[in-house]
């Protein structure tokens, strides 16, 4: 006994050995990818060498003696830190992100493919200018230099998921960084998805006329009388769709869309000039909100141009700096929500279904045919087709299926699907932009996605420019775009789009203050309309009051908006939610839902609406709201019920208000009593506070927002993976909710509702009074690598609301500084 015990630990200790040294070889391997910020390289391509001057936080500063040096160096910059992110973009945009990760892409390469997205990026590189297209080569060129270094210097692959997964890489070529930005217009497109809920909830409504309330418009002072919907039999006959209540499965984490409805894009903005600033000089602060990811999509840069230092946010695979600043003018981005997607049902030939229905007769589509390889399957052959007006776009993509009537099919008409795409161009243009009128010039290369364009410049003025083209409807539109329509109907049909001058422009206000939430900025008849729906109806009246708050602003006051979260969602509509409910009911014995009821109460009752991570009141309203929303909608829409689960506060507002009968809701369509919204509020409550004393607890007082409203930075390969996501994921206890402005917006699905998914990756604020004291912060850290200690370094600073200085100042730069690259010209 006593030897078999002796093996037992002689093997039980080889066991441990070799699990240790097996880890330790590991990690040697992994942190091979991690650059050395120090290093001397040699490389072909530049005309002279090339410093990449790395500041504390690991923010590229980069000098070279030429443009197209700089932007070579910046490519390598990129590859160094974030190759596995630019690769993932890359091959999502081809298509081809199942020949790695199998059936689970399937879908998105379906989806890209049929779009065409890569071919129409190729193409549009022979629009770009010379010079454009220069830079891009240039930049390529220094991701191809990185490339080849990692294979000559045995760089740990460039990435450390490159050892699970095939890491033969194609060269970086132009056109690869022109599909980014196709990328990046999918990611912030939804005008498709609201045109199918719309439509599905027209069917699944007993009376049309509540669809104003679910789906509301945008408020607005004097704004256009909106044409009714027509009925569903007036555009399709009565040939119905089978699957109105079906619902998609949840997306792929890489898929663009994958946030979900509401989730495609916002951000907010906004510029003083010197005459409402404390310092005398223009104000500019801005933030972009997209999907949270690890690492964040953006990355911080400073390039030194011939025309001067620029410095600010990228996203890895693009040489521009989106959001930021030069000496004389800094620039800003928000989600425009122009409708620039309409959907289309196409009727098909009964008698020969390669033919579809046109204003003038049958038509053949334009088919080909595309293979995709499926990593441990079968390889799968789509048949691609296309219409006058845009792709065919199967039914299990974005519900379409939900809306397409027996023996028709969807297409998509939308502007970035062009081989004309130059909206790349309108970075590097505004990159070395000197004043405000060539700010505005350089927008009208921009195609989409559509966006408002900040500017302010140091010579003290401001602008907002809507850009990104709009397409030419006619105004017998029978939907007016907002759900899909007869693609046969010539009324319907794009006439190509309009002309940049159509786009609002906002110049130099009397105010001296312009903002924007992703709010109704204007208001016009369609087809000028811009769009009917809106990204925010409720941020910005938090903005515009804290904006009028005070006669003049500094770059603390803009930083202090930035970061504010206050939900004006809440203050409108929770007095109106408990107007009966506040301070009533008889005394109720400890431990009774009536004595929970009246706690929660008495807390909400005194709460300003700030939510704050350490307060229990965020959580008792969001998810008294949660529930309230559904117990409203729940009876009249049956599981489509489940496409709502985002709050949404007009909706709210209208029942309550009793506008238009509006509180016809309150009544459950299949009781016999008649239920009165101070009712379903009532239960509602009780519900939501049931739910929460079993998640977090009796005691109510200990509840706090941040343990639900967690923001989670996924890996989006391996976030899922139990052996690799406690090392590839963040998770941080955050403030803010859907409708402050310090945004951090929440899924509303179980189990997690209350988690931020979707907050400002950036954050930037400038001020040309002192334009060294400028700041800017992303959400993760620079480096895309997990074993890198600037993997998550900037996350903790931009959870707390801090920020890293932002200046163009070498001598700033260079000082305190972790490491330099030297790239040398190869001989």
């Known amino acids: 006994m006593a030897a078999l015990l002796r093996w037992l630990v002689r093997l039980g200790s080889l066991a441990v050995a070799l699990t240790v040294g097996a880890v330790l070889i590991a990690w040697y391997v992994g942190a091979r990818s991690i650059p050395d910020y120090e290093a001397d390289w040699t490389v072909p391509g530049l005309g002279a060498p090339v410093e990449i001057v790395r500041n504390t936080s690991a ?115 132009p056109a690869d960084s022109v599909a980014v930005t196709f990328m990046m217009a999918l990611q912030l497109a939804d005008h498709h998805e609201e045109e199918v809920l719309r439509a599905r909830a027209l ?67 906004f510029a003083a000039t010197p005459a409402r600033a404390a310092a005398s000089g223009a104000l500019l602060a801005n933030d972009p909100h997209l999907g949270l990811t690890a690492p964040s999509i953006w990355y911080l840069a400073r390039l030194e141009l011939s025309t001067g230092g620029v410095i600010g946010a990228t996203i890895p695979g693009m040489p521009v700096i989106l959001a930021g600043r030069s000496e004389r003018l800094a620039w800003g981005i928000t989600s425009a929500y122009l409708d620039d997607i309409d959907l289309y049902v196409e009727q098909l030939n009964p008698d020969n279904a390669s033919e579809y229905r046109t204003p003038d007769g049958w038509a053949p589509f334009r088919t080909d045919r595309r293979v995709i390889e499926v990593a441990g399957g079968q390889p799968v052959t789509i048949t691609r087709r296309w219409t006058e007006n845009g792709p065919v776009i199967p039914g299990s993509h974005y519900d379409f299926a ?26 590097l243009r505004l990159m070395r932009a000197a004043t405000i009128e060539e700010g505005l010039a350089a927008g009208e290369d921009f195609v989409a996605p559509a966006q408002n364009l900040m500017l302010a410049s140091a010579d003290g003025r401001i602008a907002m420019q809507v850009i990104g083209h709009m397409p030419w409807r006619l105004n017998a539109h029978q939907t007016q775009a907002r759900m899909p329509s007869p693609g046969w109907v010539a009324a319907n049909r794009w006439q190509g789009v309009t002309q940049y001058f159509a786009n609002p422009t906002f110049l130099d206000p009397e105010s001296g203050i312009l903002g924007n939430t992703n709010n109704k900025m204007v208001d016009r008849d369609f087809p000028l309309h811009v769009s009917f729906h809106w990204g925010d109806t409720q941020r910005i009246t938090r903005l515009t009051r804290l904006m009028e708050a005070r006669d003049v602003h500094t770059r603390d006051s803009f930083i202090e908006a930035q970061l504010d979260t206050v939900s004006a969602a809440a203050r409108n509509i929770l007095p ?24 929660a109460l008495e807390l909400l009752a005194d709460w300003n609406g700030e939510m704050n991570e350490h307060l229990p009141e965020p959580l ?49 369509a299949q009781s016999t009593a008649e239920e009165s919204c101070t009712d379903i509020a009532r239960v509602a ?35 899922d993976t139990r052996l690799f996501s406690w090392i590839v994921n963040i998770r941080q206890p955050t403030s803010g909710g859907d409708f402050t402005l310090n945004r951090a917006a929440t899924p509303g699905t179980m189990p997690d509702p209350f988690l931020n998914t979707h907050a400002a990756g950036y954050r930037g604020v400038y001020d040309f009074a002192d334009p060294d004291s400028s700041v800017f912060v992303i959400s993760t850290g620079q480096s895309g690598n997990p074993l890198s200690r600037h993997y998550d370094d900037l996350g903790e600073l931009w959870r707390r609301g801090e920020y890293i200085p932002m200046t163009l100042d070498p001598e700033l730069a260079r000082a305190g500084n972790i490491g330099v690259t030297t790239l040398t010209p190869r001989e």
Request: glycine share 8%; hydrophobic share 45%; proline share 6%.
């Open 59 to 173: 923010v590229p500063h980069i000098f070279g003696e030429s443009d197209a040096d700089v932007f070579y160096a910046l490519g390598v910059a990129h590859a160094q830190d974030r190759l596995w992110q630019m690769l993932m973009m890359r091959r999502t945009a081809q298509g081809r992100l199942s020949e790695l990760f199998g059936d689970a892409t399937l879908q998105i390469d379906d989806l890209l493919r049929r779009l065409d997205v890569y071919t129409l990026a190729t193409e549009s590189v022979d629009a770009l200018e010379p010079e454009t297209v220069t830079v891009l080569q240039a930049y390529a060129d220094g991701v191809n230099a990185w490339l080849r270094l990692v294979g000559s210097e045995a760089l740990g692959r460039g990435a450390p998921e490159l050892f699970l997964f095939t890491p033969e890489i194609a060269p970086w070529r």
């Open 402 to 427: 939900s809306v397409t009537p027996p023996g028709h099919v969807m297409s998509m008409a939308w502007t970035a699907l062009t081989p004309e795409n130059t909206s790349i161009q309108t970075g």
């Open 620 to 668: 008792i309203y969001a998810a008294w709201m949660r529930e309230l929303q559904q117990r409203l909608i729940r009876d009249d829409l049956g599981p489509l019920a489940e496409a709502f689960q985002s709050l949404e506060p007009i909706f709210i507002e209208r029942v309550f208000r009793d506008i238009g009968g509006a509180s016809a809701w309150c009544d459950v």
């Open 685 to 719: 409550l009780d519900d939501a506070l049931q739910w929460l004393e079993e998640r977090y607890g009796a005691d109510v007082e200990s509840w706090r927002w941040g343990a639900a409203h967690e923001a989670r930075h996924d890996h989006q390969v391996l976030g």
């Open 576 to 599: 109106l939610v408990a107007r009966d409910l506040w301070f009533t009911g008889q005394t109720a014995a400890a431990g009774t839902p009536e004595r929970r009821r009246q706690r």
């Open 203 to 269: 069917l699944a409504l007993d009376d049309p006329e509540r669809l104003r309330d679910l789906m509301p418009d945008a408020p607005g002072a004097g704004a256009a009388e909106l044409a009714a919907l027509p009925e569903w039999e007036t555009l399709f006959g009565t040939a119905r769709p089978s699957q109105t209540a079906s619902l998609s499965p949840p997306r792929h984490p890489l898929h663009p869309n994958a946030a979900g409805r509401g989730r495609a894009g916002a951000s907010n903005v």
